[in-house]
């Protein structure tokens, strides 16, 4: 029992080390990231994603009053509770006159991304409104 023990300190304190990143790896990391968001903001402003020629940025300049920090939370539109992707495809959808994007879509991604880098620093808070 003894030996047991020592062995999952020991895994422990193995997995602890997997999770420091060197100074460079963080770097490229951030990179990657600010690099997403920024075909977020591309996406943002065009009117590719739908059909009608409008934008995310008409309605949303700057990714205003999308509140990423409150999600998931009851969405009115939806009828129920609901995660931020599922109020941007209903945008894309309704607004924009487009078609749903996939949840692991690399352009969802980058839309959320682009949305939570603007509100960075804000205060988590699901299910506020």
């Known amino acids: 029992m003894r030996l047991f023990a020592v062995a999952v300190l020991a895994s422990c304190a193995l997995s602890a080390a997997g999770d420091e990143f060197t100074e ?3 770097e490229r990391w951030a990179q990657h990231f600010e690099d997403v968001a920024q075909q977020g903001r591309d996406l943002w402003t065009s009117p590719e994603l739908g059909t009608n020629g409008v934008a995310c940025a008409q309605c949303h300049p700057n990714a205003a009053n999308t509140h990423p ?10 009828g129920r509770v ?16 487009g078609t749903d994007l996939a949840v ?3 352009r969802m ?3 959320l991304a682009y949305a939570h880098k603007e ?10 409104h």
């Open 82 to 97: 609901a995660q931020m992707w599922e109020m941007v495809n209903w945008c894309i959808r309704n607004p924009l006159e």
């Open 119 to 128: 509100r960075r620093g804000v205060e988590l808070d699901p299910g506020k």
């Open 24 to 26: 460079q790896e963080l």
């Open 109 to 111: 991604t980058a839309l």
């Open 104 to 106: 692991d879509d690399p």
């Open 69 to 78: 920090e409150t999600y998931p939370k009851f969405q009115k539109q939806l």
